[in-house]
């Protein structure tokens, strides 16, 4: 527990000196915001290796597409708000709106040009984020959903929504689904940090145009059976 502790302490810590000493970034172009947060999520990986012993392993990052696409990830811990970011070109996250009015935060998150969603809002809050969404896709970049729309404990039943199935009809592009097994290592509502490898795996690309019912069924099917197995092998490498 000394070494998630630790761990924690050093991440906020981090993160706020990244945030303020970065802050003369929100008057420079982009590009230079953003390579900051690659350089982020590189140092807190490092960080989590180093101290708690938890390293990752990327598995098919060559099935990414060179230009735009929709990402959909599974998400299971704050781990992927991170760890996912330098695995990509120029990624666009889906956020909760009110992620965007946390001071310092929230105007990196509009300097990032990240999507904001407000799902209390209904369609409308919907069709906002599409139009965002294809702004982002006109500029070459990847549009990263997470399709349960917040964190789901390793092995919960599937709960997707709605919203990546908009993205995917709206922007008319491949869809790229991404499994993993944070949630074993950096546990949801919990301070703990275990060692051990985080596993992301990108999988065969859904080709853009298929009814939406196909799309669906083949985006669960491909994340949580995949999910699953990254699961059972973690848990098969669990000391005792």
Known sequence: MARSLLFNLLFYVTTVLFLVLGSPLLLGPRRWAMAALAIHGRLELWLLGVIVGTTLEVRGADKLPAGACLVAAKHQSAWETFGLIPMFRDPALVMKRELFWIPLHGWFSHKFEMIPVDRDKGPSALRRMLREARKRAADGREIIIFPEGTRRAPGAPPDYKTGVVLLYEGLGL????????????????????????????????????????????????????????????????EPG
Request: charged content about 20%.
């Open 174 to 237: 491949p869809c790229v689904p991404v499994a993993l097994n944070s949630g074993v290592f950096w546990p949801r509502r919990s301070l703990l940090r275990r060692p051990g490898v985080i596993v992301v795996e990108v999988l065969d690309p859904i080709q853009a145009g298929l009814p939406r019912t196909e799309f669906l069924t083949r985006l669960i099917a491909a994340i949580e059976t995949a999910s699953a197995r990254l699961l059972a092998e973690a848990e098969a490498k």
